[in-house]
């Protein structure tokens, strides 16, 4: 009898063990799946920010290459509408990067300055409106 007791106090252990281990393995899996959600955020800010310089790049373009195509004021609602989509993306970028997400566990990685964003951003958003502005009044 108590060659079966000891034989079951052992396998509680075991069974205690195994079970602490999943619980640390799974927290350590959650903890990381957090730390892989901020990265896919920031590379989804990124995302904007680059179809916002795209657009920007091919709303100014769009006037020069469009001229003498399409009638004056075809070319310049082009480029106006491209313009105005870059700052529409710059803007939606700063917004969905700030919008908070995480309540526990806490990431490991730092995310990015909300103030940097915001003036990055803002000055892109400057430099899309002065674009705008340059092709109505071109």
């Not at 990381?32 to 955020?41: F, G, K, N, Q």
């Not at 904007?48 to 657009?55: D, K, M």
């Amino acid at each position: 009898m108590a060659d079966a007791e000891r034989r079951a106090e052992a396998t509680h252990a075991t069974i205690a063990r195994s079970a602490q281990a999943t619980k640390s393995s799974a927290e350590r899996s959650t903890e990381l799946a957090v730390d892989r959600t901020v990265l896919a955020a920031e590379r989804t800010y990124a995302a904007w920010v680059r179809t916002a310089l795209a657009a920007l790049a091919a709303g100014v373009g769009a006037r020069a290459l469009l001229d003498g195509v399409v009638a004056g004021w075809l070319a310049q609602l082009a480029g106006c509408t491209l313009v105005l989509f870059s700052a529409f993306c710059f803007v939606a970028a700063v917004w969905r990067e700030l919008r908070p997400r995480f309540r526990d566990p806490q990431p490991d990685v730092r995310r990015l300055p909300a103030a940097l964003l915001i003036a990055v951003n803002g000055v892109l958003v400057l430099v899309s409106l002065a674009a705008f502005v340059g092709l109505l009044v071109s």
